[in-house]
């Protein structure tokens, strides 16, 4: 990317103007309708995918959209590179921008993102941090349009650990207009920071620590890991989370016609039941199909290229 032009980083559904988000999931709509046969708009760019956590639907699906957008990856383990052994992050940023066209990083520190893109002259994507998560919440918002229509007014009920996925539904759900119902155990609440930043932008979240009451009459109910990935060693083990395991019995509280969505890898038996997880309202191998649709539009829009569809 040539310098004096801005360079467009999907970095968090917070950063990001409404009017885009809203763009990128009308394209999402459309890039899935045409799929594999649709343009391709990146002929000849390279997406660098660095990844310092593991990985199987952002890695596969990132890897895909690129190909199916008509550009190339390039899979970077952190521990393999130069990166693991110290370089710095910024540094890294700017080598990396002189090979490639945009740069996909899954990371630990949120901080270590945030670096990365200042450093960077091409786009750079977050692909998960220790705080946020914001391309799943596209690809999840996208499978709820699909299935239910408009996001406005609906409600959302999150029932577990107070994590990464959760603080980007809580930035999504203003921005969007629907209402987050939370319920996690005490000592694993969501971050204060994100709850406070999401109210005062007007954002209709409501926090507890009982999950029948967070996810009464809401029209989806969403869980995921108690351990996230660098986590392992503040772990609290399962009796603390119990009370918050999506089960029949919990999903009995739901509306009706309520989905159930996890970003997956999920721990059957722990956060999900297998009654619910393969169960008539799961929808948790759309939402993983979503991921590709959703981030072939990230990346269409990282190049200006959402709202083209020519
Ligand atoms: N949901 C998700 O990000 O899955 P992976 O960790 O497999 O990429
Ligand atoms: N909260 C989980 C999400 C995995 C996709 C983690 O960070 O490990």
């Known amino acids: 990317m040539k310098s004096g032009v801005e360079v467009r980083h999907f970095l968090d559904i917070a950063q990001m103007p409404s009017q885009d988000l809203r763009a990128i999931m009308d394209d999402a709509l459309w890039r899935k309708s045409v799929g594999r046969a649709g343009p391709k708009p990146l002929d000849g760019k390279m997406l660098a995918m660095i990844f310092e956590k593991p990985s199987t639907r952002t890695r596969v699906s990132f890897d895909v959209a690129m190909r199916q957008l008509g550009g190339e990856t390039l899979f970077l383990s952190g521990t393999e590179m130069q990166l693991g052994r110290s370089e710095s992050i910024a540094d890294t940023a700017r080598v990396l921008s002189r090979f490639v066209d945009a740069i996909m990083i899954r990371t630990t520190e949120h901080g270590r993102l945030l670096e990365m893109a ?6 750079v994507i977050n692909a998960l941090t220790d705080d946020t998560h914001p391309c799943q919440i596209m690809a999840d918002l996208l499978t709820f349009e699909e299935k239910r229509g408009s996001l406005q ?14 603080n980007s539904f809580i930035e999504a759900s203003g921005r969007f207009g629907f209402r ?6 005490e000592g694993s609440e969501a971050d204060p920071r994100f709850l406070a930043k999401a109210r005062a932008e007007g954002a209709d979240i409501h926090t507890g620590y009982n999950a029948v009451e967070a996810v009464t009459g809401a029209h989806c109910v969403v869980t995921d890991t108690w351990v996230s990935m660098g986590r392992e060693e503040q772990a609290r083990g399962n009796e603390v989370f119990m009370a ?3 089960n029949d019995e919990l999903m009995r509280h739901a509306a009706p ?4 969505m996890h970003c997956l890898p999920a721990h ?4 999900v039941t297998d009654s619910v997880i393969d169960g008539p309202q799961s929808v948790v191998f759309d939402e993983a199909e979503n991921r590709l649709h959703a ?3 990230i ?3 990282c190049f200006g290229e959402v709202g083209r569809n020519d």
């Open 299 to 301: 990346l269409a829009w």
């Open 180 to 185: 987050l119902n939370i319920a996690t155990p």
């Open 268 to 271: 059957r038996g722990e956060e």
């Open 153 to 166: 007014g609906k409600i959302f009920a999150w029932s577990g650990d107070g994590n990464n996925v959760l």
């Open 295 to 297: 981030q072939k539009s």
């Open 118 to 123: 200042e450093a960077a002259t091409v786009p």
């Open 257 to 260: 016609e309520a989905l159930f």
């Open 244 to 246: 918050y395991q999506v």
